[in-house]
């Protein structure tokens, strides 16, 4: 049956298809010349003479030849449908809905070796031929030297093999998919170890970690040794089965040649033809769990890809905010929970379009998670989250990203230099350096960069490791800032800060004339004061709003209750 995974897969082997024909025709060409290489030696041989071995070396030479042509095409194309598949799953992942945890998200090489599996089933399609023509070519010599024999024993084999394939496909289909199933889990972890191994080493856990994750590779040795236990039976079934057949064979044939309807020589030329066609059988029943391996691996990245392209779809459907300067934010009675906690319960807040808003509760009460809704990264169980009066869960990925921008917490910056990383906040390019710069000075991060030898086009390392942590973050908020978008998002700006920075970073920032409307998960004094307005959240609500004086003024309300329990830092 034809699945999505198939369509996926052909899709990308179609551009290769004027190739692959070519490939294929070598590849006739090249087995031609194998099959004649025995009479060709015999006729050189047996005539002599010079014209018979310039013929025979040009033979050789065109077999030869169409074995490059086909190597060169059969590898090339393979890697070009690696790249291709590579290049569309990872702009699918870049897209994917982030998921509350690493198994979920899956690892870089697990996504690589299914990408590898469906890359060389392109290589397969040389053994398809190859055994296709082994069994066409051993069937026609079998029916040729003897119609009776092969009368009895053809259906036998075939119906033999096709049992045997159908038996491999639906058994490799199952165990292929546990199979992936307990590598991904181990190479999800492996990855998240090694990207942090920093920590592994400064808490001493290099043995810990080596044996859990030795305990996760041993799951998949354990699905593998069962589907290898399976696939020994089934040899031994086949083995013993053909060499039943063999018997049989050799019985029938004997009595045909007692019978004087077949001489000893036909019959051992018989075997020679039915081992051929036995060897192209055996052979392409032991490539169905390869096969049935690489349709699963497609089956798993077109999934992938899926999610991906009924977000894009949705781009069309409603118009672009564009122009809009400041856009106003409703949080409607919103509901949320992760897997194992409801996080907001009746959580509503209204800004209007400009206004600036700091967000406080204590520690894990949902402030990250509030600005997480209006990203569009999270589906609410009930309840609305609104931008400019549109509803976040119908808008388009590139709709939101039009109209919000973000700082987040513990940030990390894509680019190879400190212009590059701040221009990737930016709607559209070119980006003047004009713009860059202004970006970094309203983040007051301007002077740490100018006093750099290297200014601007200093390096920021792998996720900005070469700048201290109140640096990367200053950056992250300028990359946001340059964005210009109506709705701006920051979590904890100014937590790597002293106070001095931070209340020049407040002012700023939240000082500007054109201001978008802005939301901020701040435990910093100095920000607080400077917004328009603070809401302080407590058990998934909100349960104080107004400005800093009212609400501080009060001594029995939550926000007065927060700062005296020193949740609230002057930076
Ligand atoms: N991806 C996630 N999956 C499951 N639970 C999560 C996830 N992210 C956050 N949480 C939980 O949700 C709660 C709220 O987290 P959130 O990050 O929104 O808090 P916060 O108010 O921003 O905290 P802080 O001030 O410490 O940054 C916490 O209890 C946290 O453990």
Avoid at 91 to 119: F, I, N, T, Y
Avoid at 269 to 278: C, D, K, R, V
């Amino acid at each position: 049956m034809i699945t999505d995974a198939d369509v996926w897969l052909a899709r990308h082997l179609q551009p290769e298809v004027p190739r692959l024909c070519l490939g294929a025709g070598a590849l006739v060409l090249s087995s031609f010349v194998n099959f004649r290489t025995g009479a060709q030696l015999k006729t050189a041989i047996e005539e002599g003479g010079k014209s018979s071995a310039v013929r025979s070396l040009m033979l050789f030479g065109l077999g030869a030849a169409a074995g490059c042509v086909r190597t060169i095409i059969f590898d090339s194309a393979s890697e070009r449908l690696r790249a291709s598949m590579s290049v569309q799953v990872f702009a699918a992942k870049l897209l994917e809905e982030p998921s509350q945890s690493p198994e979920e998200r899956g690892s870089v090489a697990a996504m690589d070796s299914d990408v590898a599996l469906c890359a060389d089933f392109i290589l397969k399609i040389q053994n398809v031929a190859r055994f296709t023509s082994s069994i066409v070519g051993g069937t026609v010599a079998m029916f040729r030297a003897s119609w009776k024999l092969s009368a009895a024993v053809w259906p036998l084999l075939v119906l033999g093999a096709l049992h045997g394939a159908r038996a491999g496909a639906k058994r490799s289909m199952k165990s292929a998919q546990s199979l992936a199933q307990a590598r991904e889990d181990a190479l999800s972890f492996a990855e998240e170890r090694l990207q942090h191994s920093d920590l592994v080493r400064w808490f001493c856990r290099a043995e810990e970690e080596a044996k859990a994750f030795h305990v996760k590779c041993e799951k998949s040795v354990a699905v593998a040794t069962s589907s290898a236990r399976k696939r020994g039976v089934a040899h031994f079934v086949l083995d013993w089965a053909s060499k039943g057949v063999l018997l049989g064979l050799s019985s029938l044939g004997s009595q045909l040649v007692a019978r004087g309807e077949l001489t000893a020589g036909q019959l051992t030329s018989y075997f020679f033809h039915a081992t051929f066609l036995g060897l192209g059988l055996y052979g392409l029943v032991g490539l169905v769990p390869e096969i049935v391996a690489a349709r699963a691996a497609a089956m798993r990245l077109s999934n992938s890809t899926k999610a991906a392209k009924a977000k894009a779809n949705t781009a069309e459907t409603s118009t672009l905010l564009q122009g809009e300067r400041a856009l106003p934010i409703n949080f409607k009675n919103v509901h949320f929970r992760y897997s194992d906690q409801e996080v907001l319960q009746g959580f509503s807040l209204q800004l209007a379009a400009g206004e600036t808003c700091a967000l406080v509760g204590a520690s894990g009460c949902g402030k990250t998670t509030a600005l997480r809704l209006l990203l569009g990264d999270f589906h609410i169980s009930s309840g609305e989250v609104c931008i400019g009066g549109s509803n976040v869960g119908t808008l388009s990925l590139k709709e939101l990203r039009h109209m919000v921008s973000v700082a987040p917490q513990a940030a990390a910056l894509l680019g190879s230099s400190v212009t590059e990383a701040i221009k990737f906040g930016a709607k559209s390019n070119p980006v003047s350096a004009e713009s860059v710069e202004d970006a970094a000075k309203a983040a007051s991060a301007h002077s740490f960069v100018k006093s750099r030898p290297q200014g601007y086009d200093a390096p920021v390392g792998r996720g900005g490791e070469l700048l201290s942590g109140g640096e990367r973050q200053r950056v992250a908020l300028a990359r946001a800032l340059i964005r210009d978008a109506p709705v701006l998002l920051l979590d904890e700006p100014t937590s790597g800060l002293d106070a001095n920075t931070a209340a020049s970073l407040a002012e700023a920032v939240l000082g500007r004339t054109s201001r978008p409307t802005t939301l901020i998960a701040t435990h910093s004094l100095a920000l607080i004061r400077s917004c328009d307005t603070v809401a302080v959240v407590s058990k998934g609500q909100v349960v104080q709003r107004g400005r800093f004086a009212d609400l501080i003024s009060d001594a029995s309300g939550q926000l007065a209750q927060i700062a005296r329990s020193g949740e609230l830092q002057e930076a």
